[in-house]
């Protein structure tokens, strides 16, 4: 089962915008938190954008604060992130994730269970 599914990635010149989308399960949307992250060639993966109850309280990264915003729509059980002023370093694969707290493993031991969509590039080009 495929829990979370990326779209909307692509090419778009630096000062554009792209809106990335990501499908959820139903359990998802109903037990998990819901962040973006993305990965640039050679750098650590690093948190975007998280969900939070309020659109005033979700959290950014400073590079992305105030260009990028996350949101959801329940009824569609998908996670959207709109991004504007796109600029050359936000060149990265992105990544839908959802933080569903924990669960036991064979031993009984508590153990993170944090789940990652398959990733989608967006390239930003001069």
């Known amino acids: 089962q495929v829990d979370l599914v990326e779209s909307g990635g692509g090419s778009v010149q630096a000062g554009g915008s792209l809106r990335l989308s990501c499908a959820a399960s139903?359990?998802?949307?109903?037990?998990?938190?819901l962040r973006w992250y993305r990965q640039a060639p050679e750098k650590a993966r690093e948190l975007v954008a998280m969900l939070n109850d309020s659109p005033y309280s979700n959290t950014y990264a400073g590079s992305v604060q105030d260009r990028f915003f996350i949101s959801e729509d329940r009824e569609k059980r998908t996670l959207y992130l709109q991004m504007n002023d796109l600029k050359t370093e936000d060149t990265a694969v992105y990544f839908c994730a959802a933080d569903c707290g924990t669960v036991k493993d064979d031993y009984g031991t508590n153990v993170a269970d944090f789940r990652w969509g398959q990733g989608i590039q967006v390239t930003v080009f001069a």
């Open positions: 139903e359990y998802i949307f109903k037990n998990c938190g």
